[in-house]
């Protein structure tokens, strides 16, 4: 089946350490997005994609980073610099014409310890 | 430059009685418009979509949208609410640029379905 997976559902980090979380997909989408959600609240864009090899930040990018050197595959990396990465984080792809709709993977929690 | 309100953050109903979720929107081009839905823990599901076809839209679940241009909105409703309709809802606009930063999304509204 298509669809958008991503990996892994649970995280936990130590101070100080860099994580990466993965999201795949198959649905031969060209954009992609990173979104992070805190409790009780909406999403905020972290990075997105349009196209391999080239991203763009998003309102909150301070701390993380991506890549795309596959179209299918837009991991990212929470870096220590990042100070309250506690969160669920959301990975989306789309068609990029307008009227399209976009699918979300099933999300990942990151936990600070 | 667009934007999403979502006018309530929390809705209460009671099983078996009509949902109302109200989002406004504005928009320098011609939107699409959606609404998701997210339980616990997961992603976020598409409910319905509008793409300038006809203003009344049907999605899953027995949820219907109507756009009204003259008010820019797109308000979500059902019927009857059944329990497993609690969850977080978000109103969505997408405009005709193509850029990635004219996906917008509301702050989410919560609903509660009461027994």
């Known amino acids: 089946d298509g669809g958008i997976t991503q990996s892994p559902k649970y995280l936990f980090r130590k101070e100080g350490q860099n994580v990466t979380l993965s999201c795949e997909q198959n649905?031969?989408?060209?954009?992609m997005y990173w979104y992070r959600q805190d409790p009780g609240q909406g999403l905020r864009l972290i990075y997105y994609?349009?196209?391999?090899?080239?991203?763009q930040k998003g309102d909150i990018a301070e701390g993380y980073s991506v890549s795309r050197e596959k179209k299918e595959s837009f991991p990212l990396t929470v870096t220590s610099a990042q100070k309250n990465p506690t969160a669920f984080y959301l990975c989306?792809?789309?068609?990029?014409?307008?009227?399209?709709?976009?699918?979300f993977g099933e999300g990942s929690w990151l936990t600070v310890v | 430059a667009q934007s999403v309100t979502q006018l309530d953050s929390h809705v209460s109903v009671s099983e078996g009685t009509p949902v109302l979720l109200r989002c406004n929107y504005s928009?320098?081009?011609?939107?699409?418009l959606f609404w998701y839905v997210q339980h616990p823990n997961k992603g976020l599901q598409l409910l319905l979509k509008?793409?300038?076809?006809?203003?009344l839209v049907k999605g899953i679940n027995g949820f219907e949208a109507e756009f009204k241009k003259s008010e820019t909105s797109f308000h979500l409703t059902k019927p009857s609410a059944h329990m497993s309709d609690a969850a977080e809802y978000f109103c969505?606009?997408?405009?005709?640029?193509?850029?990635?930063?004219?996906?917008?999304f509301g702050s989410g509204t919560q609903l509660t379905v009461l027994p």
């Open positions: 509008y793409t300038s076809a006809a203003t």
């Open positions: 969505v606009v997408i405009t005709s640029s193509g850029s990635a930063r004219q996906l917008t």
């Open positions: 989306a792809s789309r068609v990029q014409e307008t009227g399209n709709t976009i699918y």
């Open positions: 994609s349009q196209i391999v090899n080239d991203f």
């Open positions: 928009s320098s081009y011609s939107p699409s």
């Open positions: 649905l031969n989408h060209d954009a």
